[in-house]
T-cell receptor
Framework: AQTVTQSQPEMSVQEAETVTLSCTYDTSESDYYLFWYKQPPSRQMILVIRQEAYKQQNATENRFSVNFQKAAKSFSLKISDSQLGDAAMYFCAYRSANFNKFYFGSGTKLNVKP | GAVVSQHPSWVICKSGTSVKIECRSLDFQATTMFWYRQFPKQSLMLMATSNEGSKATYEQGVEKDKFLINHASLTLSTLTVTSAHPEDSSFYIC???????????FGDGTRLSIL
């Protein structure tokens, strides 16, 4: 089975600064999708950004961007100009191209300091 | 707006009660839905895959008789926690997959508290 590892249980960043959350995964598949989800205290799961493994270009969504290193099986999330509303749990997730099942990492709690 | 509706959002009940949680896909059909359980400050743990018209597929370690799943239509899956006990208290989330390169659509979750 695929595994997703987030090695940073908790991180802090100053407002307006940049922070990078790490994620690595293990798979033998060549085609798959990767996602970052945000879960605020309300516990809603909010999609932040997604990356198709066949695309070499790193995905970006406004202040959020990823560094996708397929050979290294690494998928980090960079948050620029951090805002107080960015404070939440962030989960990295893997989805096979052939199956609907998602695999989630253990999560990183992001604190944003004013 | 929400594409997956989950309710109730919060349930408090006595030990021994059976509790049903509904997950509905809005404006789309979902032949598959997923049920997750999340303990405080932990990740989402996949419990089972709900399949329309057939038996659910349970993950290892999940009690089939405790967590009954019914996917009777293309828009509705239900999770029933039978004879619930305090250790079943948790946050339960359902989801329905989109297209292959699309994210899952999550419900807003159900907070279950067993007294």
């Amino acid at each position: 089975a695929q595994t997703v590892t987030q090695s940073q249980p908790e991180m802090s960043v100053q407002e307006a600064e940049t922070v990078t959350l790490s994620c690595t995964y293990d798979t033998s598949e060549s085609d798959y999708y990767l996602f970052w989800y945000k879960q605020p205290p309300s516990r809603q799961m909010i999609l932040v950004i997604r990356q198709e493994a066949y695309k070499q270009q790193n995905a970006t969504e406004n202040r959020f961007s990823v560094n996708f290193q397929k050979a290294a099986k690494s998928f980090s999330l960079k948050i620029s100009d951090s805002q107080l509303g960015d404070a939440a749990m962030y989960f990295c997730a893997y989805r096979s191209a052939n199956f609907n099942k998602f695999y989630f990492g253990s999560g990183t709690k992001l604190n944003v300091k004013p | 707006g929400a594409v997956v509706s989950q309710h109730p959002s919060w349930v408090i009940c006595k030990s021994g009660t059976s509790v049903k949680i509904e997950c509905r896909s809005l404006d789309f059909q979902a032949t598959t839905m997923f049920w997750y359980r999340q303990f405080p400050k932990q990740s989402l743990m996949l419990m089972a895959t709900s399949n329309e018209g057939s038996k659910a597929t349970y993950e290892q370690g999940v009690e089939k008789d405790k967590f009954l799943i019914n996917h009777a239509s293309l828009t509705l899956s239900t999770l029933t926690v039978t004879s619930a006990h305090p250790e079943d208290s948790s946050f339960y989330i359902c989801s329905a997959p989109g297209q292959l390169n699309q994210p899952q659509h999550f419900g807003d979750g159900t907070r279950l508290s067993i007294l």
